[in-house]
C-alpha cells in the first residue's frame, strides 16, 4: 500500500461557497470538520484554513469559534455593503495569494471550492510540481475546474459525512440566494456536534509567516 504519510497538505476552505452550495442544494450545512479530515486522509497536515466574512452584528462568532476549536484557523474580511443593499464577501484573491506564497511548504494543495475561478490557480499549482486537490458538491462545481483537479472530492457522494442537517430549517432546493443574504444562520450546530479533533498541524518552524487577518477568539 503506497505510503502518503510524508506529503505536506494546506487545505483552503471557501466558507461562504461552501455554505450557500449546501443551504441552496440540500437545504443543510456544512461539517467542516469532516472536510478537512476525509481530504487529508493519511497525510500530513501542514495549514487549515477557512476564510470568511464577519459582520458588523458579530453574529457569526459563534461558527468562527466552532471552527477554532476544531482547530481549523480562520481569516475573515469585512463584509462590504453597498448603496444599493448588495453585499459582497469573495476571497478568490485572497487564497490565490496565500496558496502561492505556501507552495514551497506543500506537496498537496486542497482547495474547498466550486468556484471555476480558481482554474488558473490549478495550473499553476500543477505546473509547480504539487498536486491539485479540488473538494465540492459537484452540483455547484464548475467543470473546469473539475477537469483541472489532479484528485476530485465530490461531497454529494457522501452527504452523511459532509452536511450537517439541520430540521428548523428547509429551504427549497435549488433556489438562488438573495444578494443581500450574509450568515444570517451560521453553523452553531458545529458546537454540538461529537468533537472533531484534526491532527496537529506541522511545527511552526515548518510553517511560512502569515501577513493576513486571523480572528481573534
Known sequence: MLDLSHRRVGVFIDVQNMYYSARNIYGSKVNFGNIVLKTLGDQRLVRAIAYTVSTKTGEELPFFEALHKMGIEVNTKELLEYDSGHKKGDWDVGITVDIIRMLDMLDVVVIVSGDGDYVPL???????????????????????????????????????????????????????????????????????????????????????RRRGRKTNL
Not at 133 to 154: G, I, P, Q
Not at 156 to 184: C, E, G, M, Q
Open 122 to 208: 490549478g495550473e499553476y499549482v500543477k505546473n509547480r510540481g504539487r498536486i491539485f486537490h479540488v473538494a465540492s458538491f459537484r452540483e455547484s462545481t464548475s467543470s473546469k475546474l473539475v477537469e483541472c483537479a489532479d484528485v476530485y472530492t465530490n461531497f454529494s457522494d457522501d452527504l452523511p459525512s459532509f452536511l450537517i442537517n439541520d430540521p428548523k430549517y428547509r429551504p427549497t432546493p435549488n433556489t438562488k440566494s438573495s444578494a443581500v443574504d450574509t450568515f444570517d444562520d451560521v453553523i452553531a450546530e458545529q458546537q454540538q456536534k461529537e468533537h472533531v479533533e484534526l491532527p496537529k498541524p506541522a511545527p511552526k518552524s515548518d510553517q511560512p
